[in-house]
């Protein structure tokens, strides 16, 4: 769906898409090959919001924590998705992810394209 940004995405434990579950991603960010180690921490099926919380990876050579947020709302026929980035940067001279959720984003888009073609 989106393999000029992610390369593979491999459940590890549980079942996808449930609390618990843990997710490896290999995915190219700036050009470059990343890992990304995950687990689904919350899922709250009425407010459509699932977080994923990394636990390995390269993300984490920069910050304490991060998590994605992935929220979908309803609006009409199609759905609104937000994605929020929660994170602790190791220093404050370690920049604020933007460039990520730039990919995010594309990856998201590329998404919805598949889907609709």
């Known amino acids: 769906m989106s393999p000029d940004h992610v390369q593979s995405v491999e459940l590890l434990e549980g079942q996808w898409g ?3 579950c843990v997710i490896f991603w290999k995915y190219t960010h700036e050009g470059k090959p990343k890992t990304c180690k995950q687990i689904i921490t919350e899922l709250d099926v009425a407010k459509k919001s699932t977080t994923y919380k990394v ?5 984490l050579q920069e910050y304490k924590t991060f998590a994605f947020i992935l ?4 609006k009409g026929q199609k759905n609104l998705v937000t994605w929020t980035l929660e994170y602790e940067k190791l220093n404050e001279q370690i920049d604020d992810p933007n460039t990520l959720m730039d990919t995010v984003m594309t990856v998201s888009q590329d998404i919805e394209t598949y889907h609709f073609k």
């Open 55 to 59: 636990i390995e990876g390269d993300l």
């Open 71 to 74: 929220k979908v709302e309803p």
């Open 18 to 20: 449930t609390p618990g």
